[in-house]
């Protein structure tokens, strides 16, 4: 009904009118994606049959947004850090190169934070990006100028990646959709920094969008040839899901209580699958779930089983250059000397630390893999466990440095392995989005997806923040 070229060119209009306030898109290629819009409408024009292009290409003249992280042809490559700023991406990252082959119109890269290791998307290289809900407030990180721009509706569906919540944290705080998949059925090549040794088993890539429809889709075309290990053609009755719901971790001190509201939001998810779908939700209480932060830092510093050191992330800060020393990073930051963030500074310093203790560490490590067990066994082959995204709603800028470990409630289900859908549940009093975490055990995303449209119908999934 719509030619693709006017698609595209409704979302560079609404990209030019929306960025300048909240600073998602760091850098776009409006001009090829225009020339690419040309080129799927002459293909449109001249084609036998639309079965035959949907098949080959599902993503046929999609306009689609990439983190920065990734490579994408053409464009800059930083991932936030200043030693990097005059890279430019030569390729493009397996996943990238995949959306391309099934039709998807890349409209530019999106902002991350430096070295995708911190939940607020601001660096030195490309400045800060602010919630479309509330500029006041963060799009949280590491993909969070994806999370905003999605949110915005300056994107149809975007690429993220994830290794302590950085799908999914910004798509709680935006409102949106955003998926890890369970570990090692999406390729992470070509993001930098890619991750090493151990953390190979806990970084993941996935889709983001505003909805759950298009998450299966995307996911089909990311993963590729890796797609058979997945379930995704197999139809989920709800009604035979064993649902397990978790209101917090169980009280850590490092770690904030849940909001009362984002609490309402899980309750009112329950009752609505106990009325309507008949199920029992079971209660459950799994008490390592409270030592959450302190596993997955245990486990991102743990040695993989071929004996090699977890990469340092001040090795990373440095980019293969002169070693960064957190300390005199931190005296250069007080008076404004240093080209790194505040918090990129703090974490190399908590990585001194955590290097103190090992036999502590060797402690959580056999927690983290019990852990993993007991979640594997609790769900089986047919349950799902509902659980906060995070334990508040989007905060102010800066003030995750307050309370830095609240990741935790994403950053478990990376150490575990499990596949994970984030699910946006509507706004709160103060017009910020709410939402929930779907967790089923290895290899059953389809669950948590089928579960995710079920909840988009029911509460109503993304809302435009333009209504708020």
């Not at 509201?261 to 079971?282: N, R, T």
């Not at 310093?349 to 090992?358: A, V």
């Not at 560490?361 to 082959?381: D, H, I, R, T």
């Amino acid at each position: 009904q719509v030619k693709c070229i006017e698609v595209v060119e409704a979302y560079v209009e609404r990209i030019k009118e929306v960025n300048p306030l909240i600073n998602a898109i760091v850098k776009d290629r409006f001009e090829e994606a225009l020339q690419e819009a040309q080129q799927v409408d002459k293909l449109l024009a001249e084609s036998p049959g639309d079965d035959y292009l949907e098949e080959k290409f599902p993503l046929l003249g999609v306009p689609i947004t990439v983190k920065e992280a990734f490579s994408l042809h053409g464009m800059p490559n930083t991932s936030g850090l200043v030693s990097r700023r005059k890279v430019i991406a030569t390729s493009d990252a397996t996943v990238v190169s995949r959306l391309k082959q099934a039709g998807a119109i890349p409209l530019g890269v999106t902002n991350c934070s430096e070295l995708c290791m911190w939940y607020e998307s601001s660096n030195k290289v490309y400045g800060r990006t602010n919630n479309p809900y509330d500029l006041q407030r963060i799009v949280g990180g590491s993909s969070g100028g994806e999370g905003g721009v999605l949110a915005a509706a300056c994107s149809v569906v975007g690429v993220g990646s994830d290794i302590g919540g950085s799908i999914r944290m910004p798509a709680f705080f935006n409102g949106i959709f955003g998926h890890k998949p369970t570990t090692g059925v999406v390729p992470n090549d070509g993001q930098f920094p890619n991750a090493q040794g151990v953390r190979t088993s806990f970084l993941c890539t996935g889709p983001m969008c505003r909805y759950a429809e298009d998450l299966e889709l995307m996911l089909r075309v990311m993963a590729g040839p890796g797609v058979t290990k997945l379930k995704l053609d197999e139809k989920v009755l709800l009604e035979k899901i064993k649902f397990h719901c978790m209101d917090h971790d169980g009280g850590s001190i490092f770690v904030s209580p849940v909001d009362k509201e984002i609490l309402q939001a899980q309750k009112k998810v329950v009752e609505h699958f106990e009325s309507k779908l008949g199920v029992q939700v079971q209660r459950v209480a799994i008490h390592k779930m409270k030592y959450s932060f302190q596993i997955w830092s245990a486990m991102m510093s743990s040695k993989d089983s071929d004996g090699q050191e977890a990469q340092l992330f001040t090795d990373l800060l440095g980019d293969h250059g002169k070693p960064v020393w957190p300390l005199w990073e931190l005296m250069k930051w007080l008076v404004g000397m240093s080209s790194h963030t505040f918090p990129a500074i703090a974490l190399g310093l908590t990585e001194k630390l955590m290097k103190l203790n090992p036999g502590g560490n060797a402690k959580l490590v056999s927690m983290g893999k019990s852990l993993q067990e007991e979640m594997e066994a609790l769900l089986g082959p047919d349950g799902v466990l509902l659980y906060p995204s995070h334990p508040t709603v989007a905060p102010r800028h800066h003030s995750p440095i307050c309370m830095p470990f609240n990741f935790a409630y994403t950053a478990i289900f990376n150490v575990l392995g499990l596949p994970v859908t984030q699910c946006p549940l509507g706004l709160n009093s103060e017009g910020l989005p709410l939402g929930i975490q779907l967790v089923a055990a290895s290899y059953n995303d389809h669950l948590t997806l089928a579960v995710a449209r079920y909840l988009e119908k029911a509460f109503g999934g993304w809302v435009s923040p333009g209504e708020v």
